[in-house]
Protein backbone atom coordinates (compact mmCIF):
# COMPACT_ATOMS: atom_id res chain seq x y z
CA UNK A 1 0.00 0.00 0.00
CA UNK A 2 1.02 3.37 -0.84
CA UNK A 3 1.75 6.20 1.63
CA UNK A 4 1.45 9.50 0.53
CA UNK A 5 4.29 10.83 2.23
CA UNK A 6 6.25 13.66 0.86
CA UNK A 7 9.29 15.92 2.19
CA UNK A 8 8.48 17.11 5.54
CA UNK A 9 5.05 14.98 5.70
CA UNK A 10 4.17 12.09 8.61
CA UNK A 11 1.00 10.78 6.97
CA UNK A 12 0.11 6.99 7.17
CA UNK A 13 -1.54 4.47 4.66
CA UNK A 14 -3.20 6.49 1.41
CA UNK A 15 -6.67 4.77 1.93
CA UNK A 16 -6.26 4.61 5.91
CA UNK A 17 -9.91 6.19 7.20
CA UNK A 18 -10.68 7.30 3.55
CA UNK A 19 -15.05 6.57 3.43
CA UNK A 20 -14.93 8.98 0.49
CA UNK A 21 -12.99 9.69 -2.86
CA UNK A 22 -12.47 11.88 -5.48
CA UNK A 23 -11.43 9.71 -8.30
CA UNK A 24 -10.30 13.07 -10.82
CA UNK A 25 -10.70 12.88 -14.76
CA UNK A 26 -11.67 15.92 -16.82
CA UNK A 27 -14.71 16.27 -18.77
CA UNK A 28 -12.86 14.75 -22.41
CA UNK A 29 -11.86 11.39 -20.68
CA UNK A 30 -15.21 10.64 -18.85
CA UNK A 31 -16.14 8.76 -21.55
CA UNK A 32 -12.78 6.91 -22.48
CA UNK A 33 -11.38 6.16 -19.06
CA UNK A 34 -12.14 2.32 -19.60
CA UNK A 35 -10.84 0.95 -16.22
CA UNK A 36 -12.70 3.60 -13.79
CA UNK A 37 -15.91 1.41 -13.71
CA UNK A 38 -13.70 -1.30 -12.35
CA UNK A 39 -11.96 1.02 -9.68
CA UNK A 40 -14.90 2.32 -8.88
CA UNK A 41 -16.72 -1.18 -8.18
CA UNK A 42 -13.42 -1.93 -6.28
CA UNK A 43 -13.47 0.95 -3.94
CA UNK A 44 -17.06 -0.09 -3.34
CA UNK A 45 -16.34 -3.60 -2.36
CA UNK A 46 -14.07 -2.15 -0.14
CA UNK A 47 -16.09 -0.20 1.86
CA UNK A 48 -15.51 3.39 0.23
CA UNK A 49 -17.77 5.93 -1.76
CA UNK A 50 -16.28 6.81 -4.64
CA UNK A 51 -17.09 9.77 -6.80
CA UNK A 52 -15.77 10.78 -10.36
CA UNK A 53 -15.65 13.95 -10.88
CA UNK A 54 -13.71 16.75 -13.40
CA UNK A 55 -10.78 18.69 -11.65
CA UNK A 56 -12.12 22.36 -13.09
CA UNK A 57 -15.92 21.66 -11.81
CA UNK A 58 -16.63 24.34 -10.09
CA UNK A 59 -19.53 22.83 -8.18
CA UNK A 60 -17.33 20.29 -6.93
CA UNK A 61 -16.72 21.01 -2.91
CA UNK A 62 -13.02 19.10 -2.33
CA UNK A 63 -13.58 19.30 1.35
CA UNK A 64 -15.83 16.88 1.29
CA UNK A 65 -13.87 13.88 0.30
CA UNK A 66 -11.33 12.33 2.50
CA UNK A 67 -9.13 11.59 -0.24
CA UNK A 68 -8.40 12.71 -4.03
CA UNK A 69 -6.92 10.62 -6.25
CA UNK A 70 -6.05 12.40 -9.62
CA UNK A 71 -6.56 9.37 -12.50
CA UNK A 72 -7.35 10.99 -16.09
CA UNK A 73 -6.67 14.57 -16.06
CA UNK A 74 -5.80 14.36 -19.81
CA UNK A 75 -6.29 18.16 -20.40
CA UNK A 76 -4.26 19.80 -17.56
CA UNK A 77 -1.03 20.39 -19.97
CA UNK A 78 -3.79 22.70 -21.90
CA UNK A 79 -3.86 24.58 -18.70
CA UNK A 80 -0.94 24.04 -16.49
CA UNK A 81 -1.37 27.11 -14.07
CA UNK A 82 -5.09 26.55 -13.68
CA UNK A 83 -4.24 23.03 -13.03
CA UNK A 84 -1.94 23.92 -10.38
CA UNK A 85 -3.59 26.46 -8.90
CA UNK A 86 -6.58 23.43 -8.59
CA UNK A 87 -3.99 21.44 -6.92
CA UNK A 88 -2.55 23.39 -4.49
CA UNK A 89 -6.36 24.95 -3.22
CA UNK A 90 -7.39 21.31 -3.14
CA UNK A 91 -4.25 20.34 -1.31
CA UNK A 92 -5.36 22.73 1.39
CA UNK A 93 -9.08 21.31 2.06
CA UNK A 94 -7.95 17.52 1.97
CA UNK A 95 -5.97 15.27 0.96
CA UNK A 96 -4.38 14.68 -1.97
CA UNK A 97 -3.19 10.97 -2.99
CA UNK A 98 -0.03 12.14 -4.71
CA UNK A 99 2.04 14.67 -2.41
CA UNK A 100 1.45 18.39 -4.18
CA UNK A 101 4.91 18.17 -4.84
CA UNK A 102 4.86 15.35 -7.00
CA UNK A 103 1.84 16.69 -8.80
CA UNK A 104 4.13 20.08 -9.24
CA UNK A 105 6.90 17.96 -10.35
CA UNK A 106 5.10 15.90 -13.11
CA UNK A 107 3.67 18.70 -14.75
CA UNK A 108 6.86 20.05 -15.72
CA UNK A 109 7.52 18.43 -19.29
CA UNK A 110 10.46 20.53 -20.43
CA UNK A 111 12.56 17.46 -20.71
CA UNK A 112 10.67 16.28 -23.51
Not at 7 to 29: D, F, K, Q, Y
Not at 58 to 73: E, H, N
Amino acid sequence: MNTNVGPGETRGPVMSGARRIALVSCAEALEIDYDMERVSEALVRAGVRPDVVSWDDPSVDWSSFDLVAIRSTWDYHRRIDEFLRWARSTADVTRLMNPLAIIEWNTDKRYL
